[in-house]
């Protein structure tokens, strides 16, 4: 029914407006301003081109500086954290190593933890795993009758439907049959 009522509005013509459109030819584009226009494009890819290298310098060669003068200002503060400038290279380099050596030591524990772990699973979360997969299998088998139970209800309602609309045509037509 509703189709009808849609389709009956398509069935108006409309007419087409008319667009003002000057009567002036339009230069072609072999005239005489295709060289101009030929330099401009040229132009401007060239201008593109050294504004985008002039940019990158930029970016790179700012990028280069700040990171220098942040270098500089971490050297300048280590000097001024160190409270003897007797420190020498040697301490340095012990104190680093010793460092590395701490956490290498960590390291390694945090390994042998995880080789002594099992590398399979454990019995019961397998079992948890399988009974968990076969629940989606069954909700999933539920889900698909569901869904054909429900298709087949709205089958059977379009059916009544078209029924019900039968009647009332017969039913019309024999109250207009009698007057």
């Known amino acids: 029914m509703v189709d009808k009522a849609v389709d009956s509005g398509w069935k108006k013509q409309t007419t087409p407006e008319r667009l003002n459109i000057s009567k002036e030819k339009l230069p072609s584009p072999d005239s005489h301003k295709a060289p101009e226009a030929l330099y401009a494009r040229i132009l401007a890819a060239l201008m593109t081109f050294f504004t985008a290298l002039f940019l990158f310098f930029h970016s790179t060669i700012g990028k280069k500086l700040q990171y220098e003068s942040t270098q500089q200002t971490i050297r300048e503060s280590d000097l001024d954290t160190i409270p003897n400038k007797s420190t020498t290279a040697a301490a340095i380099d012990a104190e680093l190593l010793s460092s590395v050596l701490k956490r290498l030591g960590e390291l390694e524990e945090k390994v042998t933890s995880l080789q ?64």
């Open 116 to 179: 002594e772990k099992p590398s399979e699973m454990p019995y019961e979360k397998e079992e948890l795993l399988y009974a968990a997969v076969y629940r989606v299998d069954a909700l999933e088998a539920e889900l698909i009758a569901t869904k054909k139970a429900l298709h087949e209800a709205l089958m059977k309602q379009d059916e009544l439907l078209a029924y019900i609309d039968g009647q009332k045509d017969v039913k019309y037509r024999k109250k207009k049959f009698c007057w």
